[in-house]
């Protein structure tokens, strides 16, 4: 019998030999998508080797040598005896004749050859129009690999010199750092040669070639600012130059350390897998995501730049300055970053209430994530590459972004800052761990920052804190446990031991005092019983104000019914408002409050007019009508509840935009107009053909904070013509904004027929590989059929799917879109059976996410669809027989 080789598991590479420099020569050709390479490494020898292991990936090494340099100035050569490529680990080990030894500086010269494939990875090739290429790099976390041989993990920080030769001049040609020379080849080519970089991790090197326009502008600090557009485009970079100069200014003067680069580019991508990438001084994004025009653009499309924007200037400092030491501590940069974004835009456009959004953008689907037993904790093992991608999730970025702004609130702003400005002095141009931040923030505030902080990240999931009065009802008893929805029938307590307790700021706002707490501590134990002033021991009383905290609050009913009278007349805070009800939401989903309160609670909002509170109603409705997609019935009934409970919003602000409009309006107005058509509001279908009919014809256009929501009305009127119309749209149009809101809009139509078109249509070359999940995600999220068809259509094309995604955020997004929305243990048993015979690499923890929560939701259907089918029966019948 033979012996079955295993594969030997995952090790990182050994830091016997540490890369110095690099000099990168390249040789993109755009019509054949090869490239052809040289790379110089410079070694420093730690410890005497006669191996060398680095990464390779996807390339063909064709020469390869090594030369060490004595202390002399002699230069010698060492015989490789053979050298492998390893496909399993993506290295490349070559055998030397004999050791390096200590000290010795070493250089080793690699050509190779690889391939400008169209997988949004390593360098490759990306559209510009019909028959026309550009190229570029997304390393992030382990594509340098695929670009040239290296040492490819984040620890091992290097000079880089970049130089690139292509056969067309005209060619836009950027990388990291300025141009040091330029030189014209003969029958027009070009070598561009760029100046040495500080010393930087492979994944954040960058170099782009293409045609492009831009606009620039210059700091104080003489740095200077570039937008690259696409050609003809430039004046829509105009809003993120905006933001990109104000936004070093201010991270300047936050961290109190200068950025430094002399330049900085920002460049608009049309095939990108993620929203943006922070490489230092070439900030890659994805074209919707850069671009806006004042004109046609939405207000949601110019928010999202501003924040995207703010996301990567801010990696300038904390990721590519000061670099994780490794993928554990991936949650350092991006969860810093994201908490900093709202800080950034905040500051530039105090009028868009950003941290009230942060609560539902960002705190909440983080909270909804972690309460799940297939989440993971922040600080999570990485064992293997496969890994790294899985993590790049809302846990790494909303997690870590929201218990930065608890420890951030907790220790004051002025600590925090003195803080931060040590720990990038520390360890600038290197790299840093989560204990490093720890030290730094205790350091300046004097506080235990490590020890409360570490039970945040080094365990996965958040405590639920329950509030009742003590028998005097001047004491307030506060006890915590582990919240875990999936123990429903445990009061949504977790018995898993390894959740232990968790060390949590807490604060106290009543109604005598709601925007000031009255006590401050930090519960450690199980419980404690918090004194309450005399005068305030008949108000509501909020433990989490702000909604600062990581954790959800379990009111007991005699303290939830205070809440009420605060609700209907918005005394409560905003903030204050939307946290209580998203608690209430998942207390409800984890089976220890029942959805009849849950919706009678709902309706005490419905006098609300503020769209952050309405974006917090929205999602807690959409969570129920998960409930009852499969009763038709049921259904028809929620739709009446929900045309109740949002209509005189939308009539108080009306369709119709007003002068005095301000960005918060046309954000509104987009919410409710989407929530009334899904709704099926017969006023709001009728209208919206009819304003599609004349945006077609010309007569009168759509505002683009409406398009998406009225292609919808129209599509759901008139199916097959309205749908090659919006197709034709999409075809017809350069912008990927535009593109975006007819993929929202596909998946409205109630026709088996047109949601199969859809489908097609969203796997076909016509839909950028980045943007498929939108247009399948548009299917499967809005009705019974939708979804049984995209889980079909998925099935039968899972193969092709596999071969376009491989791995990476793509795909996970796209595997949860296709799954989450199902509602029976016989719909999950299925979906689990069919991941176990065609395994996706790189997503399986997303799977357990996807099937964990049809699941549940299939429990919350067992225990309360005919309660609230009952409620919303007779809700709908006492509505009818009640005078206008």
């Known amino acids: 019998m033979s012996a079955v080789s295993e594969v030997p598991p995952f090790e990182r590479l050994s830091r016997d030999l540490l890369p110095v420099t690099y000099h990168l020569h390249l040789k993109p050709d755009l019509s054949e998508f090869t490239f052809s390479g040289r790379v110089q490494i410079h070694l420093s020898v730690a410890q005497s080797t006669s191996h060398i292991t680095l990464h390779a990936a996807h390339l063909t090494v064709q020469r390869l040598q090594v030369h060490v ?21 993506e290295t490349l080990v070559i055998n030397l004749a004999q050791a390096l030894p200590v000290g010795a500086q070493v250089e080793l010269s690699i050509e190779y050859k690889g391939e400008l494939n169209d997988t ?44 690139i030769q292509v056969a067309d001049a005209s060619l836009v040609i950027l990388s990291n750092m300025p141009e040091q020379s330029r030189e014209l080849g003969p029958e027009g080519g070009v070598r561009v ?42 004046e829509e970079g105009a809003f993120a130059l905006e933001v990109a100069v104000k936004a070093l200014r201010y991270y300047k003067e936050f961290f109190g350390v200068p950025y430094r680069l002399p330049k900085m580019d920002l460049i608009a991508l049309s095939d990108f897998a993620i929203g943006a990438m922070e490489n230092w001084g070439l900030l890659t994004f994805r074209e919707r995501l850069l671009l806006y025009d004042a004109q046609t653009s939405s207000a949601m499309i110019k928010q999202y730049v501003a924040l995207i924007v703010a996301h990567e200037v801010a990696h300038q400092w904390f990721g590519n300055l000061v670099t994780i030491e490794w993928w554990t501590h991936l949650w350092l940069k991006e969860g810093y970053a994201t908490w ?23 705190l909440n689907p983080a909270l909804e994530l972690d309460c799940l037993d297939n989440s993971h904790p922040i600080e999570v093992k990485v064992e293997n590459p496969a890994q790294i991608d899985e993590i790049f999730d809302l846990i790494s970025y909303n997690k870590g972004a929201s218990i930065i702004r608890m420890l951030f609130n907790w220790i004051g702003e002025t600590n925090f800052r003195r803080g931060m400005k040590a720990y990038l ?67 949504g307590v977790s018995d898993q031991k390894e959740c232990s307790l968790w060390e949590i700021p807490l604060s106290l706002t009543t109604k005598m005092s709601p925007q000031h707490s009255t006590m401050s501590i930090v519960l450690k134990g199980e419980s404690e019983v918090v004194f309450l002033p005399e005068n305030d021991n008949r108000s509501w009383l909020n433990l989490n104000p702000g909604k600062v905290g990581y954790f959800r609050v379990h009111y007991s009913p005699e303290l939830m019914k205070r809440f009420v009278p605060a609700i209907e007349d918005r005394s409560l805070p905003v903030q204050d408002r939307i946290g209580l009800l998203q608690d209430y939401t998942d207390l409800c989903h984890a089976g220890i409050v029942p959805s009849v309160e849950l919706i009678q609670l709902i309706e005490k909002y419905r006098d609300n007019e503020d769209f952050t509170v309405w974006d917090a109603v929205v999602a807690s409705v959409k969570a129920l009508q998960g409930l009852m997609q499969s009763d038709p019935e049921c259904l028809d009934s929620f739709n009446f509840w929900q045309r109740w409970l949002f209509q005189p919003a939308m009539k108080r602000l009306g369709l119709d935009a007003r002068s005095n409009d301000s960005h918060i309006d046309m954000l509104l107005r987009s919410l409710l107009h989407w929530s009334l058509v899904r709704a099926n509001d017969e006023e709001t279908l009728n209208d919206g053909l ?18 998406s929501s009225m292609y919808a009305c129209a599509l759901r009127l008139k199916g097959q013509e309205v749908f ?36 097609e249509y969203g ?27 995209c889980w079909s259509f998925f099935k039968a094309n899972a193969s092709e799917i596999g071969k376009r995604y491989k791995t990476g955020g793509l795909l996970t997004r796209l595997i949860k879109a296709v799954t989450c929305p199902f509602s029976t243990l016989e719909e999950a048993a299925e979906i689990e059976a069919f991941f176990e015979s065609h395994p996706f690499p790189g997503a399986q923890r997303s799977i357990k996410q996807a099937i964990e929560s049809v699941r549940l939701r299939a429990h919350w259907i067992q225990r309360d669809l005919e309660s609230v089918k009952t409620y919303l029966i007779d809700f709908q019948t006492k509505q009818a027989s009640t005078p206008a």
Request: aromatic share 10%.
């Open 69 to 89: 340099r004595a202390a002399t100035g002699e230069v010698r050569e060492v015989e490789c005896v053979r050298w492998a490529l390893r496909a399993h680990n």
């Open 120 to 163: 949004l990875r390593g360098f490759y090739r990306t559209a510009q129009g019909p028959a026309q290429y550009g190229a570029v790099c997304h390393f992030e976390a382990t594509g340098a690999r695929h670009a040239f041989p290296c040492w490819d993990e984040p620890s091992f920080r290097a000079q880089f010199q970049v130089n």
């Open 193 to 234: 040669a760029f100046q040495p970089t500080p010393s930087i991790p492979t994944y954040l090197l960058c170099w782009s070639l293409g045609q492009y326009d831009f606009i620039e502008d210059v700091t104080p600090d003489e740095v200077t600012v570039r937008v690259y557009t696409p050609v003809g485009k430039k």
């Open 340 to 362: 900093i974004e709202f800080l950034c835009v905040d500051h530039l456009f105090p009028e868009w209430n950003f941290w009230t959004q942060f609560i539902t953008d960002t």
């Open 425 to 491: 002095d520390r360890h600038a141009y290197g790299n840093a761990t989560t204990e490093d931040l720890w030290k730094a923030l205790e350091e300046a505030s004097g506080s235990p920052v490590g020890t409360v902080m570490s039970t945040w990240t080094q365990k996965k999931g958040y405590p639920l804190i329950r509030a009742s009065l003590c028998e005097s009802k001047n004491e307030l008893s506060v006890k915590q446990a582990p919240f875990c929805i999936g123990k429903g029938s445990s009061g």
């Open 690 to 707: 009819e304003r599609f009919e004349a945006h077609r014809n010309g007569s009168a256009l759509i505002p683009a904070d409406l398009k």
């Open 724 to 759: 090659d119309s919006l197709i034709q749209i999409a075809k017809d149009t350069d912008s990927h904004e535009a593109k975006g809101e007819v993929y929202n809009a596909l998946g409205q139509s109630q026709d088996s027929n047109l949601l199969q078109q859809a489908l």
């Open 763 to 789: 796997l076909s070359p016509a839909v950028r590989l980045q943007d498929t999940r939108s247009v399948l995600s548009s299917v499967s999220s809005e009705s019974v059929l939708g979804r049984n068809l």
